[in-house]
């Protein structure tokens, strides 16, 4: 059993261009498929952080899309920045330290400023037109409607959300639903093929992330489709989906290389 308790740190002072943003509409779309299905994804010093479901070992692969909302620096007074995206990431552990962490499959940023992460750093950030059209009841903190839409070659993806008081956190292969909420919501390392096929890492830090349940009318996720992790029929009954209007992260630059 983990206790987020355990795992929620002492923010690390900013500096550099270490940035500070809010994360509007932010959801966790979660897939859970069989663990073959992530061959030859990362390199071996990273291992799936399988999950048994029903006597067989799946990986959790997550589809978070949200507005970077007052993106700006966490140092000093600089402009701030709105603009959509979506990241894609699963479930590793980095055998090295034994730590939790999330592997990148990329990114869609609906900004100019994506020549910095895609040109500078070489990350793999690819544009994408991301809108959302969101109604939330302020009264419950729940959403009547969520949709989010993204137009990219690279990823094109829809997905429709909507939440009641009904909504309950059931978490297959997890003692409890804590423990299920540090595996999902609390990686704070995250690794990715740099555009140059180098492997890259950057870390972010969070206060605990007051998520929600909610129910997934429809999705659509092209990269998942394509890479054959999730097919286009699977997408439609997901392993779980958490929603938190806002919350505010931390992001430690610039992103280094892993030797």
């Known amino acids: 059993m983990r206790k987020l308790a355990d795992y929620i740190t002492k923010r690390p002072k900013p500096k550099g261009i270490d940035v500070l943003c809010g994360l509007k509409h932010f ?3 979660t897939y859970a498929v069989p663990a073959d299905r992530f061959k030859g994804l990362f390199p071996a010093r990273f291992k799936l952080d399988v999950v048994e479901i029903d006597g067989q070992e799946m990986g959790l692969i997550s589809v978070v899309p949200f507005i970077d909302v007052d993106f700006t620096s966490a140092v000093f007074p600089f402009p701030k920045f709105t603009m959509g995206q979506t990241n894609y990431r699963i479930y590793i552990i980095d055998t090295k330290n034994g730590e939790r962490c999330v592997w990148f499959l990329g990114t ?3 900004s100019w400023t994506l020549a ?3 040109y500078l750093w070489n990350l793999p950030w690819h544009s994408g037109e991301v809108n959302f059209d969101c109604v939330l009841n302020e009264s ?3 959403y009547e409607k969520y949709h989010m839409e993204t137009s990219s070659s690279w990823a094109k993806a829809s997905v429709d959300i909507v939440q009641s008081e009904s909504d309950e956190m059931v978490f297959d292969g997890f003692p409890d639903a804590e423990s299920a909420l540090v595996y999902l919501t609390h990686p704070l390392a995250g690794f990715y ?3 140059d096929n180098k492997v890259g890492t950057y870390r972010v830090w969070h206060k605990e992330l007051k998520v929600k349940p909610a129910k997934l009318k429809s999705a659509n996720f092209k990269l998942l489709s394509d890479l054959g992790i999730v097919e286009q029929a699977e997408q439609h009954t997901p392993y779980s989906v958490l929603v ?3 919350n505010e992260f931390t992001i430690y630059l610039p992103p280094t290389i892993v030797e």
């Open 140 to 142: 419950t903190g729940l």
């Open 244 to 246: 938190e209007p806002i």
């Open 27 to 29: 959801a966790i779309i």
């Open 108 to 110: 869609t940023l609906d």
């Open 193 to 195: 093929y740099r555009r």
């Open 116 to 118: 910095v992460p895609r």
